[in-house]
C-alpha cells in the first residue's frame, strides 16, 4: 500500500518564478493538507482541500494557492517566489478524524 | 491564537541517561501528537494521545497527555545514540484535521 507520494523531490527556482508541487494521498485517505517548513522550524499549517475544495486556510498570502483532484491528488502553487519561500514543503493525507500520513517532501531553494 | 511551545530547544544528553521533553499548549484540543523528524527526512508519526491521562510506549520512549494542565511529555530512558533527532509535538483536532506543531526539540545523544 503506497503511502504519500510527493513530487518533485527537489526543486531550485529563481526569485518571482511560479512552481507547483504534487502530492498523491495514500490509498483510502480523502484530505489533504500542506505544510511549510523552513530549516530549524516546525511545520506551519498551509491549506487544506476536502471534496476539492479548499476548508481551511492557515496565515499565508495568496500567493499560495492548491487544488484537489477528482482522485484525491493535490497540487499546491506558489506564485512570484520569494526568497523566503525556499522551506521543505510536506503534503499530510487523512481521513476527517483520523491519524496523518506525512510525505516525504519536496524541498524548494528560491534563488 | 493557539501557541505550541516546546522545551528544551535542544537538548545533549549521554547514552543510557533519562530526560524528558516539555509540550505546552495554549487552547483546549482533542489530540496531541508525537512526531519523529531525521535530518533532511519527513515526519515519522510516534504516538497520538487522545485522552486526559493517556499514556503511550514504545522501546524507550514514553509519551503523557495532562489535558487540564495543557501539558504533554516525551519520557526518554535510557538513551541510545539512534534516539538522535529532532522531536516535534502537534495540537490537533478531530473537527478540522489541522495540526500546529510545536517549535521542536532536537536531541543529539552522545555515545
Known amino acids: 500500500d503506497a503511502g504519500v507520494t510527493q513530487s518533485p523531490t527537489h526543486l531550485i527556482k529563481t526569485r518571482g518564478q511560479q512552481v507547483t508541487l504534487r502530492c498523491s494521498p495514500k490509498?483510502?485517505?480523502?484530505?489533504v493538507s500542506w505544510y511549510q517548513q523552513a530549516l530549524g522550524q516546525g511545520p506551519q499549517f498551509i491549506f487544506q482541500?476536502?471534496?476539492?475544495?479548499?476548508?481551511q486556510r492557515g496565515n499565508f498570502p495568496d500567493r499560495f494557492s492548491g487544488h484537489q483532484f477528482p482522485n484525491y491528488s493535490s497540487e499546491l502553487n506558489v506564485n512570484a517566489l520569494l526568497l523566503g519561500d525556499s522551506a521543505l514543503y510536506l503534503c499530510a493525507s487523512s481521513l476527517i478524524g483520523y491519524g496523518y500520513t506525512f510525505g516525504s517532501g519536496t524541498r524548494l531553494t528560491v534563488v | 491564537e493557539l501557541k505550541v511551545e516546546q522545551n528544551p530547544l535542544f537538548l545533549s544528553m549521554q547514552e543510557g541517561k533519562n530526560y524528558t521533553i516539555y509540550c505546552n499548549y495554549s487552547t483546549t484540543s482533542d489530540r496531541l501528537y508525537w512526531y519523529r523528524q531525521d535530518p533532511g527526512k519527513s515526519l515519522e508519526s510516534l504516538f497520538v494521545?487522545?485522552?486526559?491521562?493517556a499514556v503511550k510506549q514504545e522501546g524507550r520512549l514514553m509519551a503523557s497527555l495532562d489535558t487540564k494542565a495543557r501539558l504533554s511529555t516525551l519520557h526518554i530512558t535510557a538513551a541510545v545514540h539512534d534516539l538522535s533527532a529532532t522531536y516535534f509535538c502537534a495540537v490537533g483536532f478531530s473537527a478540522t484535521n489541522k495540526l500546529i506543531f510545536g517549535t521542536g526539540t532536537l536531541l543529539a545523544v552522545q555515545p
Open positions: 482541500y476536502y471534496e476539492e475544495e479548499e476548508r
Open positions: 494521545l487522545l485522552s486526559n491521562g
Open positions: 490509498s483510502g485517505h480523502d484530505t
